[in-house]
């Protein structure tokens, strides 16, 4: 007999620390407990957390002024946090402690002098969040195309970043189209700072 063992594809630790986050938010304060986005994208956790009081939202402009609010393990960029303090909301960050390190990394890097390369979907929340912390200094990457031919601003120190919830196949093909890019550019890769996570370049 032949046995096949499917690729598990479950959530992660970061999202399940989250709905962990709502349940308690819930037993400890009652409901409602608005969360920010879908808290997992599974319709039967979702709809379990639905039936115990969590309501969800897309934006805080739909949350009433006062309320207790949940950020999902995705994260936010400041402009919602400053949101939520001009509508004195109540909240509690589940971000996953993993993209609260990324976004350190955005800030440090571009005071560091760095423009960041984010590889990632647009649209996806952890982008829009990631983003959010330097959308001045930050170009998104979606695929290997874009990786050569994106139009970047000239600089002589890139980083490169990833969106946490990348496949790590996919997003090292989308780091090998940057390096082959940049190579030819002048750039060298210096470091690699999580394996195939981070990889900083600069020009010769
Ligand atoms: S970093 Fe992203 S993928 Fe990893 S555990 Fe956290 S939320 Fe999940």
């Known amino acids: 007999m032949k ?6 594809r479950c959530y992660c630790a970061g999202v399940d620390r ?3 986050i709502v349940e308690l938010a819930l037993k400890q304060f009652g409901a409602p407990v608005y969360v920010r986005k879908e808290i997992v994208h599974n319709r039967h956790v979702v709809g379990w957390l639905r039936d115990r009081g969590a309501v969800f939202v ?3 402009g739909e949350v009433p002024e006062g309320a207790l609010v949940v950020f999902s393990a995705h994260g936010v960029g400041p402009s919602v ?4 303090e001009r509508r004195a909301l109540r909240v509690i960050d589940a971000t996953c402690p ?4 990324v976004h350190a990394e955005v800030e440090r890097f571009v005071d560091e002098g760095y423009h960041i390369l984010l590889i990632g979907h647009a649209g996806h ?3 829009e969040g990631t983003m959010g912390h330097s959308p001045d200094h930050t170009t998104l990457i979606e695929n290997v195309d874009h990786a050569r031919t994106t139009p970047i601003p000239e600089h002589h120190k890139l980083m490169v970043l990833t969106q946490t919830t990348l496949s790590m196949d996919d ?3 989308v780091v090998d189209a940057l390096r082959d890019r940049f190579a030819a550019d002048g750039y060298l890769f210096v470091k690699t700072l999580m394996p195939k996570d981070v990889i900083s370049a600069l020009r010769r």
Request: hydrophobic share 40%.
């Open 171 to 173: 997003t090292q093909h």
């Open 81 to 84: 946090n400053q949101e939520a």
């Open 58 to 60: 897309d934006e805080l």
């Open 98 to 101: 993993l993209v609260s390190k």
């Open 3 to 8: 046995l096949l063992l499917a690729n598990p």
């Open 125 to 127: 929340e952890e982008v």
């Open 18 to 20: 989250a709905i962990q």
